[in-house]
Structure formats: C-alpha cells, structure tokens
C-alpha cells in the first residue's frame, strides 16, 4: 500500500524537491495519522526511515517515479515526480476497493500534503525532529529539549518556537 500512497502523494504535491523533503513529509504525515507503516530514526537531518529511501529508489528504478538531479555548486538537488508510466496505473489502481480506503485518507490530507511540500525545509526538519522526540517520550517539553540538544539550538530561539508551532498544529 506505500507505493500507491507515495505515488499519490507525489501527485498532490505537485512533485517533491528534495530527499530530505520527501522523508520529512512522510514522517509528519505518519504522525498525522496516515499509515504509511515506515520506521524512523533520528538521523543528521531529523526523523530517516532507510525503508522508504529504498523504496523511492526501486520505484525510481521501476519507472514509477522520476528523479531528476541538479548541481547546485558543489551540492546536488534532487527533484521527484511521478512517472506519465504510474500516472496511467494510478487511474486504474484508485478504484479497486484495496485502494479507496487509502485514497480517503490521502484526500482527506490533500491540503497538508500540499502544505508540506511548500513549507520551510528548515522548519519541517526542526519540526519533524520535535515531533520524533515527542512520540518517543509522550512530552513536548521534553521533545523540544532534545530537539535543540540534537539540532545545538536553544528552546526559546525563534525558529524552534515556528517548528514547535507548525508541528503542533499537525501532530495527531
């Protein structure tokens, strides 16, 4: 069920730019409810499930998803789209009964998904890391205190009360 929901994701967003978006994204959106089903750990750039990037790989490999690549200096961007080859599976797969649950839920979400793919990276990686910690200790003091401990920021810094806000507003 991830892939179609991955793929239904990328659709609503219009693309996603960025590895570390697209990992953001789903992490929120699982705390949001959805049920992706991916493991995260806390990694250099906040929440990481090492499943999903290998599932965007072989759906890339697959040619249901389209990478491209930009050198940004000495950087590289990475661009994802949904493939015209998934775009035409999408169609037949969204009315089969397996999937209608799953495209409620996605369309019931279209508003953040669209959010989330516009949103300050730097205030979806803070926010995403605040919510990690908080599903892990069931505290959001205690989330924001290993959030800034993590990201060498202090709690009342402004960008870390933006995060704390903006996830806050989405953390089921």
Same mark, same amino acid.
């Given at each position: 069920?991830?892939? $179609?929901?991955? &793929? ?8 996603? !730019? ?8 789903? =992490? ?7 049920? &992706?089903? $991916? !493991? ?6 906040? *929440?990481?499930?090492?499943?999903? %990037? ?15 690549? !930009?050198?940004?200096?000495? #950087?590289? #961007? ?5 493939? *015209?080859? #998934? ?9 089969? *009964? ?8 996605? %369309? ?7 959010? &989330?793919?516009?949103? !300050? ?9 605040? #919510? ?22 202090? *709690? ?6 933006? %995060?704390?806000? =903006?996830?806050?507003? &989405?953390?089921?």
């Amino acid at each position: 069920m991830s892939r $179609y929901q991955l &793929l239904r994701i990328l659709d609503i967003a219009g693309g996603v !730019d960025g590895r570390k978006r697209m990992q953001k994204m789903a =992490f929120l959106l699982q705390c949001n409810g959805l049920q &992706l089903d $991916y !493991d995260f750990v806390i990694h250099h750039y906040g *929440p990481y499930s090492f499943d999903l %990037a290998n599932e965007v790989t072989l759906m890339t490999r697959g040619n249901l998803v389209e990478e491209r690549e !930009d050198q940004l200096g000495q #950087a590289k #961007a990475y661009r994802y789209s949904m493939s *015209p080859n #998934a775009r035409s599976q999408l169609q037949d797969l969204a009315t089969e *009964p397996r999937f209608q649950s799953a495209e409620h839920e996605l %369309a019931v979400r279209s508003e953040l998904i669209k959010r &989330l793919a516009k949103e !300050d990276l730097w205030t979806l990686e803070l926010g995403s890391t605040i #919510a990690y910690f908080q599903r892990k200790s069931g505290d959001w003091n205690e989330a924001i205190q290993a959030a800034c401990v993590v990201k060498s920021r202090a *709690p009342e810094d402004a960008d870390v009360q933006k %995060a704390f806000a =903006f996830v806050r507003s &989405l953390v089921a």
